[in-house]
């Protein structure tokens, strides 16, 4: 557990250049930045860090080299383990493909390393505070938390600043009053789409199935589709997106995982894993694909990064990479918008402007990509026929593969088809 650097009444009594709240690679990310551009910074979540996360713990390439930009390379912190094969199952159909440049680290390793490079980079850490509301007018921005850890239950407190960023991830329950452009057209919301897939997780004993390290299996069944990986300390990751209605027909998340797993990883019984599915705590997350407002309006000090603005259903395994790249964008618009040494998020436009530019720049292709496979998870048929084509010809699954996983291929000769096995 990392401790707070500094007490909530103290927090309190500071004004704030940037108030982050959630410490999730994109908070932590934003943190480290804005820090190291010499902004006074205040990191917080509601949960203590580390903290469980739904997630298949894979890092893309572009992941890989956002998270070597921001922290370097040293021998003394958590290793991702390389990627080296994926295996996509569907329909009774296997195709696997060598990858290069991708990594697995699980997020009790990858979150706490980075609230830590947070906290060297300068930014205070208040950890088990949870943000109710967040309030702006043309002076600052009012930041209303409730204190969840003991002996401070219940306690609530407002904190102060120029700018506060919501780093929420797919919760962001934050509600948010402007008044720093009461002229603006009422603020666009959340929207979500219709019938979006749910996120469950959970993470199993090493010992819960045959599964070699270094191998990404990604197995498409009826109801959605699941991700298994071993992890760098042995444990078995388990993430899928599921139907709703699955859920609800099963009659819980453990079975309704355990169902999803069993249909998909037909072709191979080995990574069924059924009893630990049953026994193992299976979390949830709220409807996945959605898109909410980068900045809460042209004069607003109100922005939002990494899921918190935007995620689309998680086959392609991208999602770290974007928190990442996006809180990068954010720093890089707000830094640069700094005038007299002090950020000028609020009442500037042109800080608004950039960020939505090159958010939209870096994510446009990427995004459509991403809801194309989505839509075309929801056909197990359709994937069993690329996974068959994938099989039969390596030149294929060298070219298609990488598109639909968001990775690099080693090159056809790498490719082994179940014919060859
Ligand atoms: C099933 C599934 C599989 C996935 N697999 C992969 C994968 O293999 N590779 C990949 O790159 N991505 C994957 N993702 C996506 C990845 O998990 C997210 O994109 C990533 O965690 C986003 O980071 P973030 O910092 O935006 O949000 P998060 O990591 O969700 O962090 C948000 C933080 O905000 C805190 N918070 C929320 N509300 C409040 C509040 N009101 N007050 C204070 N704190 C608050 C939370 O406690 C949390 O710590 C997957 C997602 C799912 C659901």
Redesign the pocket.
């Known amino acids: 557990m990392i401790p707070a650097t500094l007490t909530p009444s103290t927090a309190a009594g500071i004004h704030w250049d940037a108030i982050i ?8 990310a934003t943190a480290i930045r804005l820090s190291r551009g010499g902004l006074r910074v205040l990191l ?4 203590m ?1 580390p ?1 469980p ?8 390439p572009q ?1 890989m080299a956002e998270l070597e930009s921001l922290v370097g390379r040293s021998a003394s912190d958590p290793q991702p383990v390389p990627l080296r094969l994926v295996r996509i199952l569907a329909r009774g159909g296997l195709a696997q493909i060598a990858m290069q440049g991708g990594g697995t680290l699980s ?1 009790e390793a990858l ?1 706490p390393l980075l609230v830590r490079r947070a906290i060297d980079a300068g930014a205070e850490w208040l950890p088990q ?4 509301d967040c309030e702006d007018d043309s002076n600052e921005v009012r930041v209303r ?1 409730q204190l969840n850890g003991a002996p401070a239950t219940g306690v609530s407190a407002t904190l102060r600043g120029d700018l506060c960023i919501l ?8 509600r948010i009053r402007s008044r720093a452009t009461p002229t603006a057209p009422s603020q666009p919301r959340r929207r979500q789409l219709p019938a979006s897939r749910i ?3 959970a993470t199993l004993a090493p010992e819960a199935g045959s599964l070699p390290g270094g191998e990404l299996v990604m197995a498409v069944g009826r109801s959605g589709y699941v ?1 298994l990986i071993r992890l760098e300390d042995g444990r078995i990751d388990v ?3 599921i139907d709703a209605t699955a859920i609800t027909a099963a009659g819980s998340s453990a079975l309704a995982l355990a169902d999803l797993v069993s249909d998909a990883c037909s072709a191979a019984p080995e990574l069924v894993l059924r009893p630990s599915l049953l026994a193992a705590a299976v979390r949830a ?1 709220r409807p ?1 694909t959605h898109v909410s407002p980068l900045v809460a309006g042209d004069g607003s000090g109100i922005f939002r ?4 603005a935007g ?1 689309i259903e ?1 086959f392609t ?7 990442l790249t996006s809180a990068r964008i954010l720093a890089n618009a707000l830094i640069g918008g700094r005038s007299d040494g002090r950020p000028i998020g609020r009442g500037n436009g042109q800080v608004a402007g950039k960020y939505r530019n090159d958010y939209a720049d870096a994510f446009a292709a990427h995004h459509a990509r991403c809801r194309a496979i989505a839509r075309a998870v929801r056909h197990p048929l359709l994937v069993a026929g690329a996974v068959r084509a994938a099989a039969l010809s390596p030149r294929i699954a060298a070219r298609l593969l990488p598109w639909v996983v968001g990775g690099r291929s080693a090159g056809p000769a790498a490719v082994r088809s179940e014919a060859d096995r």
Do not use: F, I, Q
């Not at 917080?44 to 949960?47: A, F």
């Not at 395994?317 to 928190?323: F, N």
């Open positions: 709240v959630g410490a999730g690679p994109a908070g932590s917080l979540d509601r949960g860090m903290r996360k739904v997630c298949g713990c894979c890092l893309s992941a997020r979150d505070c949870s943000v109710r938390v780093a929420t991830g797919l919760a962001d329950h934050v996120g469950l997780g991700g993430a899928a997106a997350t996945l990064v990494g899921d918190a995620y998680p395994g991208e999602g770290m990479g974007w928190a």
